[in-house]
């Protein structure tokens, strides 16, 4: 697999629920950070963890960081429908300059009301 | 809130044309990047640029394609002569120095559609 692949590519669950979307990656990283694109826009940055952290909350999201297994997970508690949409890992190799971001595939992600 | 803003939404071109992409990053931000994502692919890295200059591209960003920071507001992505698989979505992001750089804005995007 590639830098920043996440499972599963598509998830449906209904509006309430919890859902759960991981990301695996290969190489060694600074930082890794989740994005959301609604259909046809742009990104939006959601969260970032550094190499060092293991948790970190903001809001309905919580991520967690598994450094030795090259693994996060994104989870998005008492799901809405607004939160139709795809969500994309993107790992950072780097704390200083610029800073390209390596993306996954993707989760799309539906709720149904 | 301050945006990133990307135009145009649509451009569609002959195979062979060349188009300029433009985009006004946040004011106070100085890291510019391009991304692109074909249709149903991964969004790809393409080339980041500080200090009016590149820092890094990717083997995507070939000798067909150029960046420019023309004057303090605009920055510019350029493909001297578009080919059918340079269709795709270019997002331009943008980001700020310190702590807070790892952070990329991004624009709407601008779908361009190579004929």
């Known amino acids: 697999s590639q830098q920043g692949e996440e499972d599963p590519q598509a998830l449906s669950i209904q509006e309430g629920e919890n859902a759960t979307m991981n990301c695996s990656y290969k190489t060694s990283i600074n930082n890794l950070q989740w994005y959301r694109q609604n259909s046809g826009r742009g990104l939006v940055h959601l969260i970032l963890i550094r190499s060092n952290e293991r948790e970190k909350h903001s809001g309905r999201l919580r991520v967690t960081l598994d450094t030795s297994k090259k693994s996060s997970s994104l989870l998005i508690t008492a799901s809405r429908a607004a939160d139709t949409a795809s969500y994309f890992c993107?790992?950072?190799?780097?704390?200083?300059?610029?800073?390209?971001?390596?993306f996954g595939q993707g989760t799309r992600l539906t709720i149904n009301p | 809130e301050p945006e990133v803003t990307q135009t145009p939404s649509h451009q569609v071109t002959q195979m062979g044309q060349e188009v300029i992409l433009r985009c006004v990053p946040i004011?106070?931000?100085?890291?510019f990047y391009w991304y692109r994502q074909i249709l149903g692919q991964k969004v790809e890295f393409l080339v980041s640029f500080y200090n009016n200059e590149i820092s890094e591209k990717s083997e995507i960003f070939d000798d067909q394609f150029s960046v420019e920071r023309p004057d303090g507001s605009n920055f510019t992505l350029k493909i001297r002569s578009t080919k059918l698989e340079d269709s795709a979505m270019y997002f331009c992001?943008?980001?700020?120095?310190?702590?807070?750089?790892?952070?990329?804005?991004f624009g709407a995007g601008t779908r361009l559609s190579v004929l």
């Open positions: 992001a943008s980001s700020v120095q310190g702590e807070a750089k790892n952070i990329q804005y």
């Open positions: 004011s106070n931000h100085l890291y």
């Open positions: 993107a790992t950072g190799d780097t704390g200083g300059g610029a800073q390209k971001l390596v």
